[in-house]
């Protein structure tokens, strides 16, 4: 597993408390959490580390979220 240094988790906490905020209130929960904190990290261990980058691992997900739960 990559490290990541302190300034950066925080980013990616504060991307997926952002993305969250896009989530449809019937999906916010802690399993689509863990699933979009998930794609940030995925996206930060392949060198995708920009705030813009790292929301649009997750966003690109919700839909998938919403389908796969709903």
Same mark, same amino acid.
Do not use: C
């Given at each position: 597993m990559p490290q990541f240094d302190p300034e950066l988790?925080?980013?990616?906490r504060t991307a997926l408390e952002d993305v969250m905020t896009r989530?449809? #209130?019937e999906f916010c929960n802690m399993t689509t959490k863990v699933f979009l904190a998930e794609f940030i990290l995925k996206?930060?261990?392949q060198g995708? #580390?920009?705030y813009a980058e790292l929301i649009a691992a997750?966003?690109?997900q919700i839909?998938?979220?919403?389908?796969?739960?709903?």
């Open positions: 988790i925080q980013l990616m989530v449809p #209130t996206a930060a261990a995708r #580390t920009s997750a966003s690109d839909h998938f979220i919403m389908t796969m739960l709903g």
